[in-house]
């Protein structure tokens, strides 16, 4: 009876001993088995059997992204001080053997791993703002990232790990450098516009002058157009008078008329006019018979001269 309890109870101790030895690694890791403190080999995610008491998981290695902010200075070239805000987003470069031994035992932890890459980094950087000026810092922050990639890459694949991104979150100086910089930001500003103010009018003026020029041209050819239509009316205005006449003339011929009847009623009319229209301007007509009968032959001898003749 005391040998099947003794067996059952080694029975027992074997089931735990051969269950110990059973271990999971998650998604994501990777296990790194050691015995005696010697690697053994690398397990991935899964169920897994060691030797129970003499095989180790000394390390589950994450080949998932990882990510560290970094706030660091630097000075340039001209001696201003530049502070960065920057995060780095790094990973294990594969699942390889020989990567996961240079990751699990090339750093004695994360914190000297972390303090190592981040010194890198911040080394790179400030070799690279030392020969630049301040004013060429802010619009290089693709040529800043890509300097440090080009300068770490080596190392970092020495220690099995990859950069897989820097971002350059923040750029600033010194007060008094950023209070001269605005100031010269906003005189530029000033600056420019006070250009397009000056092409503005220029522009306007251009315009308006350009627009009165037309005014000038358009009431010029109107005011032609104009005069021709008043001359050509009063050309009009003259034949039709002259047409009248003769027609009148004419007719009082064949009515055995005396056509000085015509001249008798032109002289008669036009001293109705100035009596009617006349405004204020004095004219003297001589009134009498003798100088009517005067001012008949004088226009009898202006109708009967030629047209067109020019006296000798």
């Known amino acids: 009876m005391q040998n099947l309890i003794l067996e059952f109870w080694w029975l027992i101790l074997l089931f735990f001993v051969v269950m110990s030895g059973f271990f999971t690694i998650n998604q994501g890791f990777v296990g790194v088995i050691t015995m005696f403190g010697k690697y053994r080999r690398a397990e991935g995610p899964g169920l897994h059997f060691k030797i129970p008491f003499l095989e180790q998981?000394?390390?589950?290695?994450?080949?998932?992204?990882?990510?560290?902010?970094l706030e660091f200075q630097a000075v340039t070239m001209d001696q201003a001080n530049v502070y960065f805000k920057s995060m780095l987003l790094y990973s294990v470069q594969n699942q390889e053997e020989e990567t996961i031994k240079r990751v699990a035992f090339k750093f004695i932890g994360d914190r000297d791993l972390m303090q190592a890459l981040t010194r890198t980094i911040e080394g790179s950087i400030r070799a690279?703002?030392?020969t630049k000026k301040q004013a060429e810092i802010l619009g290089q922050r693709r040529e800043i990232v890509e300097y440090v990639k080009d300068q770490i890459d080596h190392t970092l694949e020495e220690w099995g790990y990859h950069l897989q991104d820097l971002q350059i979150n923040d750029i600033t100086f010194d007060q008094a450098i950023m209070d001269?910089?605005?100031?010269v930001v906003a005189s530029n500003n000033l600056k420019a516009a006070a250009e397009n103010e000056g092409?503005?009018?220029?522009?306007?003026k251009t315009k308006a002058a350009e627009a009165e020029g037309n005014a000038i041209k358009i009431a010029a050819e109107a005011e032609r157009e104009a005069a021709r239509l008043r001359g050509q009316g009063v050309a009009l205005f003259r034949q039709e008078v002259a047409k009248g006449m003769t027609e009148a003339a004419?007719?009082?011929?064949?009515?055995?008329?005396?056509t000085n009847v015509i001249l008798f009623s032109m002289w008669t009319e036009a001293?109705?006019?100035?009596?009617?229209?006349g405004k204020g301007n004095v004219i003297f007509l001589d009134g009498s018979s003798e100088g009517m009968e005067?001012?008949?032959?004088q226009i009898q001898a202006m109708?009967?001269?030629p047209v067109g003749s020019t006296p000798h």
Do not use: H, Y
């Open 250 to 258: 004419e007719q009082m011929k064949q009515a055995n008329l005396d």
């Open 303 to 305: 109708m009967m001269k």
């Open 128 to 130: 690279f703002v030392a």
């Open 180 to 183: 001269s910089m605005s100031k």
């Open 271 to 277: 001293i109705k006019n100035f009596a009617e229209f």
């Open 199 to 204: 092409q503005a009018l220029l522009i306007t």
């Open 294 to 297: 005067k001012t008949m032959k």
């Open 57 to 69: 998981v000394t390390k589950k290695i994450s080949i998932q992204n990882r990510s560290v902010e």
